[in-house]
């Protein structure tokens, strides 16, 4: 399958809808292939661009989402058109959705002590028995680096889920590549919270209206210093843009 991908200060990042992008997961899984996903979004491509080794990292993935409203809208303004936004924790649904048709094996890493737990719990309620082969929180040191990929590669796991957070999940699934072979691995930052129900997620209306990010906010007001990046996004975007049309 071939697709389209955009450059947003210098991330590239896929042009593809859910269904599209779940379509491509069961073609490498077919195969056996070793991918890694990253979903991103404005705060990512800011870290990005002021982190080269972070835009190392996110050049290397087989798949970059455009999980967040500002990623769709910087596209808008520099005329880059991309089909929808696909956020993590619905591509993460839909790939579990499609794991309970199919018996793809699935490993859930990460999240505080039980939550990844919760999470495969509140999924099998809502999708039937699932093919969890593995469940682990995500408090490690990095002298467990190895033991851990042994026991995913042990468990016969076919889809990795990570989520440890930004960036530590992208620089955590690049470098143990190698030791997760014929695994397709996404990191799926908070999505662990969301699923368990111990993190509400905002309602559609929000979503709908690109405003998502607000609703977590107000959730989470310790992101304050996080959402910095999201003027600074939009003006660098502006700055592109404007540059182009000269």
């Known amino acids: 399958m071939q697709w389209e991908r955009?450059?947003?200060?210098?991330?590239?990042?896929?042009?593809?809808?859910?269904?599209?992008?779940?379509?491509?997961?069961?073609?490498?899984l077919a195969q056996k292939e070793t991918k890694f996903i990253a979903t991103a979004n404005a705060e990512m491509v800011m870290r990005a661009y002021k982190d080269p080794a972070f835009g190392q990292v996110l050049a290397a993935a087989d798949m970059v989402l455009a999980d967040g409203a500002g990623i769709v809208w910087a596209g808008e303004q520099l005329h880059k058109h991309f089909p929808a936004r696909v956020a993590g924790i619905d591509f993460m649904t839909a790939l579990v959705e499609r794991a309970a048709q199919t018996g793809t094996k699935m490993y859930f890493f990460g999240g505080a002590p039980d939550v990844a737990a919760e999470a495969a719990q509140?999924?099998?309620?809502?999708?039937?028995?699932?093919?969890i082969v593995g469940v682990r929180d995500g408090y490690f040191s990095a002298s467990e680096n190895d033991a851990i990929a042994a026991d995913i590669r042990e468990s016969g796991a076919q889809l990795l889920f990570a989520?440890?957070?930004?960036?530590?999940?992208?620089?955590?699934?690049?470098?143990?590549?190698?030791?997760l072979p014929g695994i397709v691995s996404l990191g799926v930052g908070g999505s662990f919270d969301v699923l368990s129900g111990r993190l509400k997620r905002a309602p559609l209306f929000w979503q709908k209206n690109r405003l998502e990010w607000l609703y977590r906010l107000a959730l989470q007001p310790s992101r304050l210093r996080r959402m910095g990046a999201l003027p600074q996004f939009m003006w660098q975007v502006k700055r592109s843009a404007n540059r182009r049309r000269k």
């Open 122 to 131: 509140r999924l099998e309620s809502r999708f039937g028995t699932l093919p």
């Open 163 to 179: 989520g440890l957070g930004v960036p530590k999940q992208e620089y955590w699934l690049t470098r143990m590549r190698p030791q």
């Open 6 to 28: 955009h450059s947003i200060l210098g991330v590239a990042i896929d042009a593809l809808t859910l269904e599209t992008a779940v379509a491509q997961v069961d073609t490498w």
